[in-house]
């Protein structure tokens, strides 16, 4: 059974960091291209960062310079290094695959504000 389990969301104020960790299990993580999720109120969701399998990474224009994205192949977790956070990226984010093929776990909410 595939679960993803997201954590690490919290309240910071504008130009502060935070670092979100995803746990998966029941895939075969190290040969998957994954990614990062986040939707905001009343938006719909959409691809914040990916990573493939051999550590390619894209990320979406909005964060690009301010988010990085890793993985832990031994752990099977992925992780979204966020910095500089502004009041906009406040979301719920949720880890998938590059293509969400799997069902979403609960996320974990990240609020920006001061």
Sequence with gaps: QVQLVESGGGLVQPGGSLTLSCATAGITFSLRAMGWY???PGKQRELVASIFAGGTTNYADS??????ISRDNA?????LQMNSLRPDDTAVYY???AR???S???GTQVTVSS
């Excluded at 752990?75 to 992780?79: D, E, G, M, Q």
């Design 38 to 40: 986040r939707q905001a």
């Design 95 to 97: 880890c998938n695959g």
């Design 75 to 79: 752990k099977n977790t992925l992780f």
């Design 104 to 106: 979403w776990g609960q």
């Design 100 to 102: 969400p093929i799997y």
């Design 63 to 68: 964060v690009r310079g301010r988010f990085t």
